[in-house]
């Protein structure tokens, strides 16, 4: 039996002369069948205003004349574009990292009189890829025109966050006081980082060791929401960490989830070493992206990576999920702390003027590095980031599926409090001077984070004009000694200062 066959174009060639098979089903209808496929494959694509700007959380308000929460959005939408559908071709598969054949390039040789139709199929090729590339042109110079449109580059960081925004914020910012005394935390003498005091507890706690009338420890329990802006703020009025939350957008949980889902894919792609699933914080999986020093480094160095762990990186930091949440905690950091955030984006600004070939994960946060905690259970031990700036913030996403009320809390031992951290909440903390740790899940939940965080050592090396400290003290006459000197041991003071104010327990 032979059949003739035909080309898109409706041209017929050669017939078919190998073997004709007839289905089961005499019914069968191929075309719909494909359309059921693409029905099903588009319902796996996120919705189209997934990642729509949208304002902060925030609690109701009891009194009339306190500000609209809704209104009080960290995000500049003046110049914001709504982003095109999602293309899920850009999902990472291993088929994405090495190139492939055009299935329409009619220089290819297929067997079986594929000569009379190559000139049509290669004139067909040819007319697809014109269109393309005036699509792509188009698009181009409509991206070129927007951008002429828009304000001046912004500073490094890129959180321009309009005032009456902040003021609005900073308004429904519930401030939680604790006993805590942030001028006593431990830190070097020259208050660049924390200071290492590790007990290198390997283990966790549960939430019946923690709080509770039979409990050791017998700390406090905060049922945050994950949603309320919370300050937590010390003895003295200073607000010396912050309890983000989220912004409320409705489609916000679902952006969470793409996220988990997106470290999900990313554990199962890369390439990590025994020491990135084991490791002083705890069992689970990590990668790390951007700019460090420290350790025995002669100057700031991009993180290193395998290759295969640089192309996942790459695509974690092309995800809009999680560039949506780098600009969210800068501008939440910009908006809280204005004073200590303009410290980084000074200090940092300077080292990427310095030295261009340094890249931040994000171009939109104003922190240097990045940790991809890909679990499945990210659970941390008792631990400091000791090495972070002392005075400086870290930022912390949950994210994952677990149950917040039993498991995944944020400790904070210093404190002695105990925080609800449900996922797609995010927190700043002082992580160089607090240890933190978190509270056991379930065995089949899973749970990642998302962190950000600077180096104190990139502070110092910018202070001490971009090279080493003994290098830097050589240079310096003892007139400038004397005044370094003096300098180091007032930088814990002028850290301290940077932290808000807030009315002390005792005047509020």
Not at 154 to 168: A, P, T
Not at 387 to 401: E, K
Request: aromatic letters at 8%; a neutral charge; hydrophobic letters at 30%.
């Amino acid at each position: 039996m032979s059949l003739s066959r035909e080309t898109r174009s409706g041209r017929t060639f050669g017939d078919w002369t190998g073997p004709y098979i007839t289905p089961g089903d005499p019914n069968l209808n191929v075309a719909e069948l494909l359309k059921q496929a693409i029905r099903a494959q588009d319902e796996l694509s996120p919705p189209d205003d997934l990642f729509s700007l949208s304002p902060l959380s925030s609690p109701q308000s009891s009194s009339s004349n306190s500000p609209d929460p809704a209104s009080a959005s960290l995000l500049d939408t003046s110049d914001y574009e709504e982003p095109e559908e999602l293309d899920l071709t850009n999902q990472f598969t291993p088929d994405s990292l090495i190139p492939t054949p055009d299935p329409l390039d009619a220089s290819l040789n297929l067997a079986g009189g594929m000569e009379e139709c190559q000139s049509s199929d290669a004139l067909d090729a040819k007319a697809r890829r014109k269109r393309r590339n005036k699509t792509k042109s188009k698009a181009n110079r409509k991206r070129q025109r927007t951008e002429k449109k828009r304000k001046p580059s912004r500073l490094y960081g890129g959180s321009q966050v309009r005032e009456e925004v902040k003021k609005k914020y900073r308004a429904v910012v519930e401030p939680m006081y604790l006993s805590h005394q942030m001028k006593l935390a431990p830190h070097v003498k020259t208050a660049y980082t924390g200071r290492n005091r590790e007990k290198h507890v390997m283990k966790t706690f549960t939430l019946e060791e923690l709080v509770g009338e039979d409990s050791r420890y017998k700390m406090k329990l905060f049922a945050w929401d994950g949603k309320t802006p919370t300050g937590l703020v010390d003895q003295e009025g200073r607000m010396f960490g912050l309890l983000a939350g989220h912004p409320t957008d409705s489609k916000w949980d679902k952006l969470a989830i793409w996220a988990a889902n997106c470290l999900e894919e990313a554990r199962l792609r890369c390439c990590a070493s025994p020491q990135a699933c084991h490791g002083r914080r705890g069992e689970f999986t990590t990668l790390r992206d951007g700019v460090s020093h420290g350790g025995g480094q002669t100057h700031p160095k991009n993180l290193s990576n395998t290759i295969v762990n640089e192309e996942v990186l790459a695509w974690l930091n092309s995800q809009e999920c999680f560039q949506r949440l780098a600009g969210f905690v800068s501008s939440v950091f910009a908006t809280t702390a204005p004073e200590l955030h303009a410290h980084y984006e000074k200090h940092l600004g300077a080292l990427h003027e310095h030295d261009p070939s340094l890249k931040p994960s994000f171009p939109s946060t104003v922190f240097t590095a990045t940790t991809y905690n890909l679990g499945p259970q990210t659970v941390c031990y008792p631990h400091l980031d000791f090495a972070n700036l002392a005075f400086g913030w870290c930022s912390i996403t949950a994210l994952g599926s677990f149950d917040p009320k039993k498991g995944g809390h944020l400790v904070l031992w210093e404190c002695g409090l105990v925080i609800e951290f449900p996922p797609g909440a995010t927190v700043l903390i002082p992580s160089a001077l607090v240890h933190h740790s978190n509270t056991p899940i379930a065995p089949l939940e899973r749970r990642f984070s998302f962190t950000q965080y600077s180096a104190g050592a990139l502070f110092r090396w910018v202070d001490h004009g971009f090279q080493k400290t003994e290098d830097y003290r050589d240079s310096l006459t003892p007139e400038a000694l004397q005044e370094l000197d003096e300098k180091n041991e007032k930088r814990w003071a002028y850290g301290l200062s940077l932290f808000p104010r807030l009315p002390s327990a005792s005047t509020s």
